[in-house]
């Protein structure tokens, strides 16, 4: 089936300090992944994509990158900022985007 | 800027009523979902649809919730009778259905509902 994993929080981190939050998936066929980030009283965003191996996807200074190899998507960003502090998701989506499959997200909150 | 917009945005009712929730897709978009979102359970799942047609309604509890799409331009999720443990941010979000770099879901912003 198809499932994803990501690491339990809350992340508490300083401002300036580099970010990891890990991301394993399981899939059925060649799915793509996702980012989504989630601001208090917001829905959620989608923050970055990558839709086959090898691919990295980035945005607003985030990045992660498909590794197949690994089954895994974990977002990195090598400087957060207050403005970072928000609920991350990560996800999986099947070939045809029929359906999305979501983690249970990590809260990071970064401190000044 | 196209946007999944949902109606109310709050809604605070008494156990045992009946609740609507409605939300407009993005204009093109084929597919539309809706999630609800608690502190215990995190995000699940509800229902899914797809040029219309329910897909997968597995994740509703089928004695109260319900879940339609009239037209392309309207969703609506429907709970009835409703109780405290429904509780929650109930998200629509719209996708594209389509697959590689146009993959893609669009939240709308939500729909906090309390039931007392």
């Known amino acids: 089936g198809n499932s994803v994993t990501q690491m339990e929080g809350p992340v508490t981190l300083s401002e300036e300090a580099f970010l990891t939050i890990n991301c394993t998936y399981t899939?059925?066929?060649?799915?793509?992944l996702f980012w989504y980030v989630q601001y208090p009283g917001e829905g959620l965003q989608l923050l970055l994509k990558?839709?086959?191996?090898?691919d990295k996807g980035s945005n607003k200074g985030f990045e992660a990158t498909y590794r197949k190899e690994t089954t895994s998507f974990h977002l990195e960003k090598g400087s957060v900022q207050v403005s970072d502090s928000a609920v991350y998701f990560c996800a999986l989506s099947t070939y045809t985007g029929n359906q999305f499959y979501f983690g249970t997200g990590t809260s990071l909150t970064v401190i000044p | 800027d196209a946007r999944v917009t949902q109606t109310p945005r709050h809604k605070v009712t008494e156990m045992g009523q009946e609740v609507t929730m409605r939300c407009q897709p993005i204009?093109?978009?084929?597919?539309v979902f809706w999630y609800r979102q608690t502190m215990m359970q995190g995000l699940e799942l509800l229902a899914y649809f797809r040029n219309r047609a329910p897909l997968d309604d597995s994740g509703m509890p089928k004695d109260r919730f319900s879940a339609e799409m009239p037209d392309a331009t309207l969703a609506t999720l429907k709970i009835q009778p409703s109780e405290p443990r429904d509780s929650a941010v109930y998200f629509c979000a719209s996708g594209p259905g389509a697959s590689g770099a146009y993959n893609e879901q669009f939240f709308g912003p939500g729909t906090r509902l309390t039931v007392l």
């Open positions: 990558a839709t086959k191996a090898d």
């Open positions: 899939a059925t066929g060649y799915p793509s």
């Open positions: 204009l093109g978009h084929n597919t």
